[in-house]
């Protein structure tokens, strides 16, 4: 592996969920066919409309779902799942309780990763987490507060601490700005704009809204029924979208913004 190997590749990656439904065998193409490449320490943006398969997707890149068909590599090798093991891939969701056990002190939630990683040393444990903390912006007593003791915004930076403490060379933000007010928001787009040019990760950012994509992303997938429509630079893709679904995903956007003015 050399600085040029892409950190993630898909080739003719498809998933179909079958679940048993009133006796019958229901199959959901839920994704169709997905070559990609996310470059080292690149964010990839990806989009679309409800149900369009981005976070069945990001469970392929994670290694939490094997894809039906076609092949995932990390770093150039098939895929391996001692590589999540070891920390080297990590998630953050829209909603930080998915990430922070409720019963556990802040702290505790977020050394637990290292913990996994065979980080035996209590104390070296300790500052681990005193530096994540101080990196995405938090007081280090606020790691011996509850999940519940924390604003929306403040549980948010714990769950990116607790996803970035293994140092992972990998991302995904699963719509992890949604359901944060608008204020916050740009707070915390800022603060993964920051880890990542910090750390160099890469990165799939996956998002409803197309401004904050825009603002973290260099490249942008448009995902529609399982596939992508389009993949375009972040700049291209805003000055001029190529797909009639990529036109139409703007209107909507500048639609609403005239809306609300
Ligand atoms: N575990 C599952 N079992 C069966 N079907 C599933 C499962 N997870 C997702 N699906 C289906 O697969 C399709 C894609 O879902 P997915 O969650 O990937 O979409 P999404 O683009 O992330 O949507 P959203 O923007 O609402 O989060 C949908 O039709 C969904 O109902
Ligand atoms: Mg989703």
Redesign the pocket.
Known sequence: MNEQTPTLEMRNVG?T???GLLGRQVA????THVDLTIARGETLGLV????????????VALGL?APSHGSLLFEGQPFDPRVRRQGALSVVF?HPEWALNPRLKCGTSIAEPLLVQGLRDREGRRRRVQAMLAEVGLDDALADRFPGELSGGQRQRMAIARALITQPRFVVF??AVSALDVSVQSQILNLIRRLQAQHGFAAMF?S?DLAATRYVSRRIAV?RS?AFVEVATARKFYDRPDHPYSQALHATIAGEAGCAA
Do not use: F, N
């Not at 959901?28 to 994704?31: D, E």
């Not at 679309?48 to 469970?59: D, I």
């Open positions: 998933v969920y079958r679940k959901v193409a839920a994704v679309g409309e409800s149900g369009s398969g981005k976070t069945t997707l990001a469970r779902i829209q699963d719509e996956i409803h995902m399982g």
